[in-house]
């Protein structure tokens, strides 16, 4: 009951209190309507959507030099925009783009603002109490690239109001109620934490336990264990990496389960791998999720506890770029458009995902499109000679396979000019030459002969920066200069 209560005022009051201070607004009246618009007939989506990208183009072509370049360089104007198909008239936008454009990106009445924003010496995504009663409001924010420089943008807090109503309603798909225990295994290390006023705020006011999230040793492990068990959340959210890592962590060491077990798991940040969901599925049996974004245009999609990854379609428009005119049916690369009028729009942005949309009917009744066959990075598929797309999970599946049980104890995937694929292993207990000849075999069958493998024996792999390990480097693209990109949100 002492819960239940807790959870009403934080989530009704509390939260939504304090994110209006920091010019987040209207998450509730959005997360509410959100529980309508969610079952309405595709047809009823579509107008919504058109009615968006029309005025999203409008405001686009009116404030943003940008995009009123693009539009006239595309001999358009926004009232040439009268289907939904007829947003492809317009180039892609490219992360080079935003690196170079940035400032040209912004509504040009905020220009001032963002210039200021760059000499604020606020950390990246840092948000701005009593942001409502600032002429300076806006949010500097990054993404980083696994390799070339990061893109730069900025947002008044509406794009992170929406994240948040975005959120409320992946939760209630799983029955999780409006201000919920929740614990994040965030973007900032042991030291951060320590020091760090803004985690008692969140702690009392939004029911929300920070935990470190990058740079995890054993230790940090135990530490944020013991923590759960104190705090007990409903949420445990986190990076794929750290989550895998601390599921992997407590299995391990036959810590208790049963004291820390949440109702719903969300992974974020990276795609959820087979073997890490299943990992995550078995050692905390509760359910898992997987939320699909990038920082510049929010959450993009979730899955639904029936395994589909809905798209947030009321506040995104998703394309696969068609590899010839109005056929979406394909796999191909993503193209987002932001549909709703923020400082900073994205129209038709292309993040490097590779995947497949869908309109099927799901077993949970909503009606909203989803992201099929999310393959990966453009960068972490690897095509043959045939057209066949080997997708990072090819790579799970083949070296997490349960027969070879601990014999490999690490791997990476190295793509190399010339058809060659190089893999580094480390080798674990009971590795024997036969497991390389049958891992060769396997190749072969897949890849019909028209790649040359090579294996490469390490004492350990290493992992980047950030703690995470890259199961997939990708050395041709390198060579093409092309850049990798990082999903995920603040
Ligand atoms: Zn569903």
Not at 122 to 138: E, H, Q, S, V, Y
Not at 311 to 327: A, C, D, G, R, S
Not at 367 to 376: F, V
Request: net charge negative; proline share 5%; with cysteine.
């Amino acid at each position: 009951m002492i819960k239940r209560i807790e959870e009403l005022v934080v989530g009704n009051i509390l939260f939504p209190l304090t994110s209006a201070l920091y010019n987040r607004k209207g998450i509730l009246p959005l997360y509410r309507e959100f529980q309508k618009s969610e079952f309405y007939p595709p047809e009823r989506l579509a107008e919504i959507q058109l009615k968006k990208l029309k005025d999203i183009s409008k405001y686009a072509y009116q404030w943003i030099p940008f995009y009123r370049k693009r539009f006239t360089d595309a001999g358009m104007v926004p009232e040439d925009i009268q289907a939904l198909k007829d947003i492809e008239h317009i180039p892609p936008v490219t992360r080079q783009d935003v690196i170079d454009h940035h400032h040209d990106m912004v509504d040009s009445r905020f220009t001032a603002s963002a210039l200021r924003a760059d000499i604020s010496g606020r950390g990246a995504g840092t948000p701005i109490p009593l942001a409502p009663f600032r002429k300076d409001r806006l949010v500097r924010n990054t993404s980083s690239g696994s390799t070339g420089a990061p893109t730069i943008f900025y947002e008044d807090g509406a794009r992170t109001a929406m994240n948040w109503a975005h959120e409320l309603r992946f939760r209630t798909w799983y029955e999780i109620p409006l201000g919920a225990r929740e614990a994040r295994m965030a973007r900032v290390s042991v030291e951060y934490l320590k020091s760090s006023k803004d985690i008692l705020l969140r702690r009392f006011l939004w029911n929300q336990l920070a935990l470190p999230g990058v740079n995890l040793g054993e230790e940090d492990y135990l530490a944020s264990y013991n923590s759960l068990k104190d705090f007990r959340p409903s949420v445990l959210w986190g990076f794929t990496s750290a989550l895998t890592g601390l599921a992997g962590y407590i299995r391990d060491m036959g810590l208790d389960v049963e004291a820390v077990r949440p109702e719903l798991i969300i992974t974020w940040a990276a795609p959820m791998y087979e073997h890490e969901e299943r990992l995550l599925r078995e050692v905390f049996e509760c359910h898992v999720t997987n939320i699909y974004g990038a920082r510049e245009v929010g959450h993009i999609a979730a899955l639904c506890p029936e395994g589909t990854m809905h798209i947030n379609e009321e506040n995104l428009l998703l394309e696969v770029e068609p590899e010839e005119p109005q056929n979406n049916n394909h796999v191909g690369e993503i193209l987002t458009t932001t549909l709703d009028t923020t400082i900073m729009p994205f129209i038709r942005y292309r993040m490097g995902d590779v995947g497949k949309i869908s309109r099927g009917s799901c077993a949970c009744d909503r009606t909203l499109a989803s992201i099929d066959d999310l393959l990966g990075r453009t960068g972490e598929i690897f095509v043959t000679q045939s057209g066949r797309m080997i997708s990072p999970n090819f790579w799970c599946r083949t070296f997490m396979n349960p027969t070879l049980g601990g014999k490999i104890q690490r791997f990476q995937v190295v793509y190399r000019p010339g058809d060659t694929i190089l893999i580094r292993i480390v080798k674990g207990n009971g590795f024997t030459q036969d497991i390389e000849d049958g891992l060769r075999n396997h190749l072969s069958n897949n890849f019909k002969g028209s790649v040359n493998a090579r294996f490469e024996y390490f004492d350990e792999i290493k992992p980047q920066i950030s703690g995470k390990y890259q199961m997939v480097v990708n050395e041709i693209e390198k060579e093409n200069g092309s850049i990798g990109s990082d999903p995920g949100n603040s």
